[in-house]
């Protein structure tokens, strides 16, 4: 989730599946000021590690945060004195696409306005590249989830944020003495493992798992594309050149208070534009 790499995917989707993506419905609807919203997804949406080592912060999430540094989606388009009431963060740290049917069932339950989803970089990051979450895996817990959704709450909008570029995480990450050691701990070990292991086989451990990544963000945009109440971040954050700033001092890979407010301001101007974002706009 930082400096640029010019080795990463456009957009965080795979270019060759463009001709599978369903067209646009022409009834598709969008309300710019939803009055309630539920998150969902992975520790990023939690605000791991971004006050304290090893620990959730959902008071700086940027999804429903309380934090006013942070500015979160929640404080922008409900207001402080709504968001206790009428934004619920159904996050989970180390979730993946798999959990998210649960998920968007609780979500469901609240019959808020707007879901946003984050998921995917835990998919990706797995201990080794076999062990990354298959792209029709993926897949099919995107669509369960919105149909469990659906079911539930048919008017709910989603919002839908692409997984963060990993390799850009490593480009920047490895020239930094301490966030390359605390890599070595074990976090998204199929991409930041051995951050100075410039060989052929590390290159291309990398380059498959940021292949994965720009499936899982091309599942993303479809499966959202099928429904009329979804609209997707056009890949935004997968493209969005965070700094070392953005990241947590404690481990190099989740957002800070910093990065969390950007977060909040991609899917702000998102939510918020007259039309729906487009890939590498």
């Given at each position: ?7 990463s ?32 997804g ?18 700086v ?17 409900l ?148 429904d009329d ?19 947590s ?33």
């Amino acid at each position: 989730m930082a400096a640029c790499d010019s080795s990463s995917g456009s957009s965080g989707r795979d270019p060759s599946a463009t001709s599978a993506r369903p067209s646009p419905s022409p009834t598709r609807v969008w309300d710019s000021s939803p009055r309630s919203l539920a998150a969902v997804g992975d520790s990023i949406t939690r605000g791991f590690d971004a006050c304290m080592i090893l620990a959730d912060c959902p008071e700086v999430s940027w999804a429903t945060g309380t934090d006013t540094t942070v500015n979160s989606l929640a404080l922008r388009l409900l207001g402080p004195s709504a968001v206790a009431e009428r934004s619920w963060n159904l996050a989970r740290s180390g979730a993946d696409a798999s959990d998210l049917p649960e998920q968007m069932a609780r979500a469901a339950a609240h019959k808020p306005e707007l879901v946003t989803v984050m998921v995917g970089a835990n998919d990706a990051c797995a201990d080794t590249v076999d062990r990354m979450t298959p792209v029709e895996d993926f897949r099919a817990s995107l669509e369960a989830a919105m149909a469990t959704l659906r079911k539930g709450a048919p008017k709910a909008q989603v919002y839908v944020s692409s997984v963060p570029d990993l390799k850009r995480l490593w480009s920047a990450g490895r020239g930094d003495a301490l966030g390359s050691r605390i890599w070595e701990l074990g976090i998204c070990a199929s991409m930041l493992g051995d951050a100075q292991d410039l060989s052929v086989q590390a290159e291309q451990r990398r380059d498959t798992v940021q292949q994965r990544v720009v499936a899982y963000n091309g599942v993303l945009e479809d499966v959202c594309a099928e429904d009329d109440r979804c609209r997707y971040d056009g890949g935004a954050v997968f493209d969005y050149r965070f700094t070392g700033e953005q990241l947590s001092r404690w481990d190099w890979f989740h957002p800070s208070r910093d990065g969390q407010q950007r977060l909040a301001e991609i899917a702000y101007r998102n939510i918020t534009a007259a039309q729906a974002p487009r890939a590498g706009s």
